[in-house]
């Protein structure tokens, strides 16, 4: 690991503005990803940004009945949470799916909402990998690709984003609410947190430089029945290979977002259109742009047991 200069932050704002002065800086709170990555000289930030103390590790209520969920929440106090467990299962779900009880002692809102892909190339800096270093190439596209993108990808990136919470949160509507390094806040849609690979796969977020994130907030509930059903390769500590996230209504009308085959939570409107009509023309609309390898082509029927499994779940 390479040597690095620290600070404290006092406010978001504070810390937003310290990030814009120093390109090579990084905010850390947790740790469990950006460290794992400093160790293997993957991030190298010559500054870190602690924002421990920023006082963002609450859940509150909203004016128009949501929640709005702090950036240094835990993952355990967010999965844990009454009001959560009750009106937004999915979430919860989704949390307890990842990682184990350790981390998520320690991982937050806002590290869940940015850690970077598991994709083996980007952590293998022998390899040639667009994300790591831009121009580079992509090892992985001619590579062993088994548990990588499907859908949403491009000729420079097919990795896949990691997180089981992203894939609730997308299937909630949930936003994201930020503060700029000149004390501006935005709230972005969820939607459009996340951008695809397209030529500059390194440009992951629409966040911009030195932007912190303050806040995920969720709607009012939804009702219904929600489900998170995660496809892996061992019963627990492991990244999807296919997730589906779920909240169906009783009358069979619902939202579907699927996690394991694209840069971002996967989630098109028009499959939520077709979930009364079943798995197969859902996940048809969901896979319509697929751009599937010799590897991961078997993501496509998976998914669509997977959410038939879902939706006979949902109607039981």
Known sequence: MKSFTFERANSPAEAAKAAAARPDAKFIAGGTNLLDLMKLEIEAPRHLIDVNRLGLDTIEATEDGGLRIGALVRNTDMAADQRIRRDYGVLTRAVVAGASGQL???????????????CPY???TNMACNKRQPGAGCAAIEGYSRLLGVVGVSDACI????SDMNVALSVLDASVETVKPDGATR???????????GDTPEVETALEAGEFVTAVTL???LGGKHIYRKVRDRASYAFAVVSVAAVIQPDGTGRVAIGGVAPRPWRVAEADAQLREGAKPAAARLFADART???NAFKIPLTERTLGAVLTEARS
């Open 104 to 118: 998520r002692n320690k991982a937050t809102t806002a590290g869940n909402l940015l850690q970077r892909t598991r």
């Open 122 to 124: 980007f952590y293998d």
């Open 159 to 162: 990795a896949t984003n990691p």
């Open 187 to 197: 709230t972005i849609a969820f939607a459009d947190f996340h951008r695809l690979p």
């Open 219 to 221: 709607p009012a509930p």
């Open 293 to 295: 390898t010799e590897h």
